[in-house]
């Protein structure tokens, strides 16, 4: 380091160092606040192709077997990968047990869990489509409980095939507003 370069640094002072981290701080937060939500958008993709892949396990589960729907959420909690293989185990449980409670508020109860501990990336109508698919299937037959679960595997892949198509330049613009957010902040405050 010259001379006249060590000179700026003591002439910036303590007040310009304070000023100078404080610019890196908001600028680190906001690039880290970009690069959150771009995750949270991948990780909303891979949730939802999770959910569609358990639709594919209970449909094959009720055409083959038709097993009830304590035991075939049980069996495919052992072919889910994490967390859907300890969240379907804790819905088989419950189901068996019973306890006089319907399908629609078991489901209903293990969903607003699921949302709330593991999947806090899906959005509201994710939820909603999932909530939905509850209310009728405990106390349909067994081609009506097929129907309603292919609904909500083409929905699920409808809203996959959308997020995929545009996933690329949403998760480069969420970065890219991150940082430039925090530029126009450091700018703003100095």
């Known amino acids: 380091m010259s001379g006249n370069q060590g000179k700026e640094w003591r002439k ?22 970009g690069a959150a939500v771009s995750l949270d958008y991948r990780r909303r993709i891979q949730l939802l192709t999770q959910l569609r892949r358990m639709f594919l396990l209970l449909a094959g589960e009720i055409r083959s077997s038709r ?11 052992g072919r889910m990968e994490p967390p859907f293989g300890k969240w379907l185990k804790t819905l088989a449980d419950r189901l068996e047990a019973g ?24 959005q509201t109508q994710d939820v909603e489509l999932l909530l939905s698919f509850g209310e009728g299937f405990g106390y349909l037959d067994q081609q009506m409980q097929l129907s309603s679960i292919q609904f909500v595997q083409e929905q699920l892949l409808d809203r996959v095939g959308e997020l995929r198509g545009g996933c690329a330049a949403r998760m480069r613009m969420a970065r890219l507003l991150g940082v430039s957010a925090g530029i126009f902040l450091v700018i703003l405050l100095l």
């Not at 610019?23 to 880290?32: C, D, K, N, R």
């Not at 304590?70 to 069996?75: I, K, L, M, Q, V």
């Not at 629609?104 to 949302?115: N, S």
Request: proline fraction near 2%; charged fraction near 20%.
């Open 99 to 122: 306890e006089g409670e319907s399908f629609a508020f078991i489901w209903k109860e293990w969903v607003e869990q699921f949302a709330r501990a593991d999947a806090q990336a899906l």
């Open 12 to 33: 910036m002072g303590l007040a310009g160092l304070v000023r100078l981290a404080g610019s890196l701080t908001v600028l680190a937060a906001a690039t880290g606040l």
């Open 67 to 77: 097993t009830p729907a304590a035991e075939a959420f049980g069996r495919m909690a």
